[in-house]
């Protein structure tokens, strides 16, 4: 992969992980004081376009969501299967002599 094309896609999985942070962290204090909730399906979606590692963290250290099935085994399986796809690209990608 070329340096400039890693450094997009690094930068890429800042903002995700960023914005799925964010997300879960407005969510939790939604929950605490009654307003409106974000969709289980927007949070797994963030999750699924690269903020699964933060979501994943952000909801073990906050104690948010950690009773529903579809997310503590749902977000270590999109984990798992976006950490096999980048090593996957990282040996299609690679670049010869390297």
């Known amino acids: 992969m070329p340096q400039n094309d890693l450094v997009v896609f690094l930068w890429y999985l800042l903002l995700a992980n960023g914005a799925a942070l964010l997300l879960t962290l407005y969510d939790k204090r ?3 004081c009654g307003r409106w909730r974000i969709p289980e399906s927007t949070l797994l979606t963030t999750a699924a376009f690269g903020g699964a590692f933060a ?8 104690r948010h969501k950690t009773q529903h099935k579809k997310f503590m085994v749902g977000l270590p399986v999109i984990l798992v299967l976006q950490l096999l796809a980048a090593g996957l690209c990282a040996v299609l990608f690679r670049q010869p002599g390297s």
């Not at 979501?55 to 906050?62: V, Y």
Request: glycine share 0%; aromatic share 0%.
């Open 55 to 62: 979501m994943l963290a952000s909801m073990l250290l906050i």
């Open 30 to 32: 939604a929950a605490r």
